[in-house]
């Protein structure tokens, strides 16, 4: 047992809640609550979901959500969207204090429902019933029988009609080789402001795995190799690129060439010492680093997604 599930377990007892290791879930006030971490890599960072309507039909307004979170310290944020009521708690792994700052998050919470006469129903259909929560993928939400009868039917079509779907390799590589395009002009971009930063690395796995799954049809592993072989290609593609730019900004007009034949001489001029190879693999190691940084996690979040994709099931249980 690892120890955030350790953790998970004695927040959720001292709440009076459960936990199957990933979710915490229960009643408080009447309201069907799910506490959970949006990214396993922060288990601290807790969102607080259920699902409410008010009785006169009328959202929170934008100043009650940003008061609201003004006026409970241990809040950064409250959301909502049609039925789903969401609340962001700040961050903090030490375990009194988390559980302090989500009982007094929830308590305000509940007490701002209630003064605004929120009822409780499902999350889909409104219908003011009692509902389960469950895990959609890497949601979670708030149903009523028919509504989670309904989502389970429809996932298990959904995973069928993908299984028989077919993968286009051929397509895939086009569409992954496209969309790190806009990985290199990440780069290129944060190169010219004189920064190295992990969000390119972000948008090349992001846009590079997008693109292999919208002319490819489907993400499968061997997509995903594709696609780690694709952006470390683009990466050193980006690269080049930026070293041919600066190439022509410096000395272009001296030597008289342009920024096509400042691309091919790259290699000559590290072999005549005209470029400094040092600085050069420094900075290309420097380079595949930070964007190996961002597209790595990128990557395992998206195997995890492709995973969980068509995955519902009743939190709590096993399916």
Known sequence: ??????????????????????????????????????????????????????????????????????????????????????????????QEKLRENLEAGINGLLSLLQSKYYVPCCQLCGEQVQTTGYAVGNAYMHLCQNCGARMRQDATLAEQENVEKGENLIGGIVGAFFGSLIGVLCIIVFSQLNRVAVISGIIMAVCTIRGYEKLGGKLTKKGIVVCILMMLGMTYVGDRLDWAIMLVKEVGSEWDIDFATAFQIIPELLAEDIIDAGSYWANLVLLYLFTLGGAIPTMITTIKDMKNKNVIRQIGSAV
């Open 1 to 94: 047992m690892s120890k955030v599930t350790q953790n998970y377990e004695q927040l959720a007892l001292s709440m009076g809640m459960y936990t199957d290791g990933t979710v915490i879930y229960g009643v408080r006030g009447g309201y069907e609550l799910s506490i959970y971490a949006t990214d396993s890599r922060y288990p601290y960072l807790l969102t607080v979901s259920l699902s409410a309507k008010p009785q006169n039909g009328i959202p929170f307004s934008k100043e009650e959500k940003k008061q609201f979170a003004k006026n409970i310290a241990p809040v950064s944020a409250l959301n909502q969207q049609g039925n789903l009521i969401t609340m962001v708690m700040k961050n903090t792994a030490n």
